[in-house]
Structures are given as C-alpha cells and as structure tokens.
C-alpha cells in the first residue's frame, strides 16, 4: 500500500505561482512513476504530467508544457509540481498518483491522494 498526501494548493492572481507537493508513505515509491491529474468543477479529471521512477523522463500535456515543472525526490520520497504562469483555467483540485509505468491514463495509477485545491483568479 501507497499512501500519497498533496499539499501547497492556495488561491493566487493570474501570473502568479504554486508550489504543489505530494509526500508518499507506505511502500517506498522509487519504483513508481508519479503523475499529477487535474479535476476541475464538472469536468473530467485530466492528466498534467508524468515522471518516470527514476525522473529520467517526464511528459507534459500540452495545455501546462512550459509552465509546469515536476520533480521528484525519492530520498524524500516526495514529488513536486511547480506551477507558472498560472492562468484561471488551471483552476482545479489537483491530483498526486502513483504507477506502475509513465502513463498520461488515470486507469495506469494504482494509488492516488486525496487531492488539493488550486484556484487561479482573473
């Protein structure tokens, strides 16, 4: 069992920035890839972004690619996600998920936080 906490959603302008942070427990999650989803109100949850285990490689979608930044620290085991830019459109609660592989599918993740609001306003 995995267990994934997010933390760092808050309210900012338009421009402004976010540090999120999702901090795994149980089983060590350096074997895992660790992806970050997004839901906004009545809308799908959908993916962001990607890290494989070892943070050789990451994958964007292309509506945050030059915004967001993910890292990983698995001495840590604790992932980011640092967001720029931020539009009123990147208004959702955001999602930490653990894989198996580096998949942009929800149905890939095995394990995933409870989530953390990010409000962007205009």
């Known amino acids: 069992q995995v267990q994934l906490v997010e933390s760092g959603g808050g309210l900012v302008q338009a421009g402004g920035s976010l540090r999120l942070s999702c901090v795994a427990s149980?089983?060590?999650?350096?074997?895992?890839?660790m992806g970050w989803f997004r839901q906004a109100p009545g809308k799908e949850r959908e993916f962001v972004v990607v890290?494989?285990?070892?943070?050789?490689?990451?994958y964007y979608a292309d509506s945050v690619k030059g915004r967001f930044t993910i890292s990983r620290d698995n001495a840590k085991n604790t992932v980011y996600l640092q967001m720029n830019s931020l539009k009123p459109e990147d208004t959702a609660v955001y999602y930490c998920a653990a894989g198996v592989s580096d998949s942009f599918r929800r149905t890939e993740y095995d394990y995933w936080g409870q989530g953390t609001q990010g409000t962007v306003s205009s």
């Open positions: 149980g089983r060590t999650v350096s074997a895992y890839a």
């Open positions: 890290i494989s285990w070892s943070g050789g490689r990451t």
